[in-house]
């Protein structure tokens, strides 16, 4: 067990905030958690769980532990004729696990290549993209719990996924260490183009027989093409959650807005919209104060020209959550988490 104190934090966050943690440990194994979580509990210290950083603004400096997941493996559990089952450490970066799915001809998270941050920060906010979500390949998984030091196996019943969201953002906040992460991923790959942009990228691609590569490279080129890159300029995604509204709100708003996008919800009776949109029409795209802004390609991303603070761009989302209130009546949700 080793800890550094003072430890600066600003290349472990992709918004590249310039913060400290008190005490810093990097954790390689269940033994590894199970120590610091102990040490912590001991000394009366809180601890702050970090994977890769890239969904999470951190406004102030981190008091007490702050452990970085770096549980490292994938190994193959299991196989019969459709299916691999393979497990994979919390600590592994996601998109490398991707990859190592798509060169092994293992189908299923090929429309999730190139999201940045670790495997087990995936089930947090069931992570996804091009009309998939990690749920969909989701086959259990093991996570510590933060105070009894005892393992819990999770079924996907039990992790309650919702659209970027589970128990481990709801009512087991805080509560568990994800370690790995167990999927169940097809053997004859079943393609999933339906999201327009993949369907475009692949004609301009000029590839009129796709298979996992081909989509991988599509969603690859596309999210190249519209998203800020964190190692350039400084950004957590989206910010924002898109917004779950009444249908009967939508029909309203749809009076004076016929452009508003709508798509379908995982709640009945609800319609889902774009926050980007709502955002953008708000006048906020491209909205530079200083060093922090939103992005001049996508509303939804706020971002760090270099030396922002972190409740800088906490209070620009303030702001922008008021106007989109006050324009369209609705609430907007932050998806990154907030320190
Ligand atoms: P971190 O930011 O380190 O942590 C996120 C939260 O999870 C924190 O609250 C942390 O305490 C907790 N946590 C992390 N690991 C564990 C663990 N092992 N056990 C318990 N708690 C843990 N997200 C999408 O869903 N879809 C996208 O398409 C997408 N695109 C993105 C594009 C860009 C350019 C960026 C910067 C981000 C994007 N994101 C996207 C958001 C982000 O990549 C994901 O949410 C990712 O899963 C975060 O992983 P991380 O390891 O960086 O998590
Ligand atoms: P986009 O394609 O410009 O679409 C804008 C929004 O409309 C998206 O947020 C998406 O919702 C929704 N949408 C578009 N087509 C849809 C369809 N066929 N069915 C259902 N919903 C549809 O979005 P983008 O910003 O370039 O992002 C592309 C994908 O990458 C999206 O899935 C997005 O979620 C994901 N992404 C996520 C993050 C993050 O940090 N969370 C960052 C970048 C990209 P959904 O978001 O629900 O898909």
């Not at 299923?108 to 749920?135: C, D, F, H, R, T």
């Not at 709100?249 to 919209?273: F, R």
């Not at 609430?331 to 988490?337: P, Q, T």
Request: some cysteine.
């Amino acid at each position: 067990m080793e800890l550094i104190e003072n430890y600066a934090l600003k290349s472990l966050n992709t918004f590249g905030i310039d913060v400290y943690a008190q005490w810093f440990g990097a954790c390689r194994s269940l033994n590894d958690w199970q120590s610091y979580l102990q040490f912590a509990a001991d000394k009366g210290k809180p601890v702050f769980i970090l994977g890769g950083g890239s969904n999470v603004l951190f406004t102030r400096n981190v008091e007490g532990i702050l452990l970085r997941n770096e549980i490292p493996g994938i190994s193959c559990t299991n196989e019969d004729e459709d299916f691999v089952y393979l497990r994979a450490g919390a600590g592994e970066n996601w998109h490398t696990f991707v990859m190592y799915c798509v060169e092994n001809g293992y189908g299923g998270v090929e429309n999730l290549s190139l999201i940045p941050g670790s495997v087990g920060a995936g089930p947090m906010q069931n992570i996804g993209a091009y009309g998939v979500e990690l749920k969909d390949v989701f086959y259990g998984l093991r996570a510590l719990h933060r105070e009894t030091l005892e393992i819990h196996e999770f079924g996907l019943a039990d992790c309650e996924f919702d659209y970027r969201s589970s128990v481990f953002k709801t009512k087991w906040k805080d509560r568990f260490v994800i370690l790995d992460v167990h999927f169940r991923l097809r053997k004859k790959p079943v393609l999933n183009t339906s999201y327009g942009a993949i369907e475009d990228e692949l004609v301009r691609m000029g590839c009129d027989t796709p298979n996992l590569k081909a989509v991988s490279d599509a969603v690859i080129a596309i999210r190249t093409s519209k998203l800020p890159n964190p190692a350039q300029i400084g950004n957590a995604g989206s910010f924002f959650k898109n917004p779950s509204i009444p249908q009967e709100h939508y029909e309203q708003l749809k009076q004076n807005y016929p452009g508003m996008p709508a798509y379908p919800s995982t709640q009945t009776g609800y319609v889902k919209t774009a926050a980007g949109w709502l955002i953008e029409q708000c006048g906020w795209k491209g909205y530079r104060k200083a060093d922090y802004g939103v992005h001049k390609n996508q509303a939804l991303v706020l971002v760090n020209y270099g030396k922002a603070s972190g409740s800088e761009i906490y209070n620009l989302s303030s702001e922008i959550m008021a106007s989109v209130n006050e324009k369209f009546g609705i609430d907007l949700e932050r998806e990154v988490n907030v320190y």
